[in-house]
């Protein structure tokens, strides 16, 4: 089944040094751009992290130190993936939870702001999960008839790739309109569609710690917006302040902010938390 994008999707898959994301480096970066008239461009990238690859790694992936030695570092290459990537949608396999974050906090360390919020982000794991709960090799095996080893080297951001877009594109066949007949085992071949269906938190950054909550009126009832959707605000969800909307913590404490910027945080919440302020200045 061909995509129905309205903009390009990037399928990607990154190897790292570790899980870390404020103490771990990307090591590789494969992506795939599928344009809406359908054709694709692959791109396979090694990265210098600037510190030693952990032998763990090295033995999960095969991506040893000499590999990565005389490779670009991520903030070289930062400025050319910001110019690929502008205008697309993101899709990877467990991208929501991991690839995605890691992605925005190399941006902001090499000094670009590569702002996620705007971008649809659908992840094939989640996907699988809610409907077979299952990993990639067994994604694979499910949805293409075929044993992912028989085709692929496992851990290996190109190759994990590879099968990550044909997991997504074989979700799609299997859960068409008219192939299930249950509704609730339907999925449309819609980008909006497939990230609200990835979506497992509330989160507003990537770490969890602004999460959105719902705006509750005098009446004690939710507030609807001229949609009829429920209107959300965002609260922290850590510390002294959890449960309280950011903007308002951060007009009465002054230096929670300069605290929390100062503080052991990731970028991309810090980039939240700013976002945050600067809105309450322009009002």
């Not at 990154?14 to 970066?29: A, C, N, S, V, W």
């Not at 461009?41 to 790694?57: A, G, Q, T």
């Not at 030695?69 to 070289?76: E, H, I, L, R, V």
């Not at 971008?119 to 067994?138: G, P, S, W, Y």
Request: aromatic residues 10%; charged residues 30%; negative net charge.
């Amino acid at each position: 089944m061909k995509l129905n994008l309205t903009r390009p999707l990037i399928v990607f898959d990154l190897e790292t040094t570790g899980l870390d994301f404020i103490r771990d480096r990307i090591i590789q970066i494969s992506y795939i751009k599928v344009s809406p008239d359908g054709t694709e461009e692959r791109e396979n990238l090694f990265v210098n992290p600037e510190k030693p690859i952990p032998h763990e790694v090295v033995e999960l992936t095969g991506i040893t130190n000499d590999d990565v030695k005389d490779a670009p570092t991520f903030k070289a290459l930062a400025p050319q993936l910001s110019e690929k990537f502008k205008g697309c949608d993101f899709a990877g396999y467990n991208s929501n939870h991991f690839d995605i974050p890691m992605l925005a906090e190399e941006f902001l360390r090499a000094g670009i702001d590569f702002d996620f919020s705007k971008v649809r982000l659908i992840d094939a794991q989640t996907i699988f999960h809610k409907m077979e709960r299952r990993n990639l090799a067994a994604a694979y095996k499910f949805y293409c008839g075929r044993k992912m080893e028989e085709d692929f080297t496992a851990h290996r951001a190109d190759e994990d790739t590879e099968a990550t877009y044909r997991v997504l594109m074989g979700e799609l066949d299997k859960y068409a309109p008219g192939v299930q007949e249950e509704p609730d085992r339907v999925l449309e071949n819609d980008m909006d569609c497939l990230a609200e269906f990835s979506k497992q938190n509330d989160n507003v950054d990537f770490a969890g710690r602004i999460v959105w909550k719902p705006l509750v009126g005098a009446d004690g009832k939710p507030v609807l917006d001229a949609d009829g959707k429920e209107q959300k605000v965002e609260v922290f969800n850590f510390g002294k302040y959890k449960g309280r909307p950011v903007a308002d913590v951060l007009r009465t404490d002054i230096g929670y902010y300069s605290w929390m910027m100062g503080g052991d945080f990731t970028f991309n919440t810090k980039q939240v938390l700013t976002r945050i302020r600067l809105r309450g200045f322009n009002k």
